[in-house]
């Protein structure tokens, strides 16, 4: 088994360092705030005091953080970072999503150092997190990836290899951004569906025996038309995907749709529902709602 470094403990991070030490690695972890890593230490993870000492040591060392600024820092910073930690043979894998030029320069720092890299976001929530069932979006060599598939496999249950760095986290974000123009879809039709006095779940019943009902539509249905709106995918995380795509695309008038649906989740935002999970933006549409 391996020896693996964990940066990062929010609600992903924590139940993906659990399947590995579940799984029988050896597993040291570091989270900005130290009390995220109790329950991990409890089930028999070493707590770091800093990413680079989590690094020392370690065959793999991964991260799952909010955006670029905490991937920079948990990884480049000169007195704290892991790659400062990180020994000759040692591979990063960086499993946030995050903007594609970002992967590719950290990617490039790296390999640099002599360093092997693999971009691994993935596709799935918390559920899917804690059953090890994430689907990873790889970008990387074919060969370097090949060495990383049993960490991987721990906490996934699919591994697409789809480019270079870089790649994996346009994957990523075109994935997200798909999901997130559902929701605001689906959101706006149930507000429809109110006004005008229909069987909201009737309705859905029979959209969804058509060919146009997405597989994903089901449990946003669901958690819509219930009001249950516990996060899995918070708001705010959806938002910041949309600003990465839109980054990604060069220009908003190159992502119209991506644009105004950003919008939503921004107003979402604004009205203190940035917490919520992502379905909560149908609060915005509601027969009562004046959005």
């Known amino acids: ?118 971009e691994a976001p993935v596709s799935g929530s918390r559920p899917q997190a804690e059953a090890g069932q994430l689907i990873y979006l790889v970008g990387g060599e074919q060969q370097v990836l090949e060495q990383a598939k049993p960490i991987l496999m721990a906490t996934g249950s699919a591994i697409h290899h789809v480019g270079t760095p870089g790649h994996g986290a346009l994957t990523k974000l075109a994935t997200n951004a798909l999901l997130g123009i559902q929701v605001t879809a689906l959101a706006e039709i149930i507000g429809v569906l109110q006004r005008n006095g229909a069987d909201v779940p009737t309705v859905l019943g029979a959209i969804a025996g058509t060919s146009v009902w997405a597989p994903v539509a089901n449990y946003l249905a669901s958690s819509m038309v219930n009001e249950q709106f516990a996060p899995q995918f918070p708001i705010g995380l959806l938002e910041k995907d949309f600003g990465y795509a839109i980054q990604a695309a060069g220009a908003v008038e190159q992502v119209p749709t991506m644009a105004a649906a950003r919008k939503i989740f921004q107003q979402a935002i604004a009205q203190g529902l940035g917490e919520q999970n992502m379905t909560g933006v149908v609060t915005l549409f509601k027969a009562d709602s004046h959005a």
């Open 1 to 118: 088994m391996s020896n693996i470094a964990f940066l990062g403990l929010g609600a992903m991070g924590a139940r993906m360092a659990a399947r590995l030490i579940k799984s029988g690695h050896q597993v040291t972890v570091w989270n900005r705030t130290s009390a995220a890593a109790e329950a991990l230490v409890a089930i028999g993870a070493r707590q770091a005091a800093t990413p680079k000492e989590a690094a020392v040591g370690a065959d793999f060392v991964m991260a799952m953080v909010r955006d670029d600024d905490a991937s920079r820092q948990i990884w480049l910073d000169p007195h704290t970072g892991a790659l400062a930690g990180m020994s000759a043979g040692a591979m990063a894998i960086e499993s946030s999503t995050l903007t594609p030029q970002w992967v590719q320069a950290l990617g490039q720092q790296v390999t640099a150092r002599g360093l092997a890299f693999l």
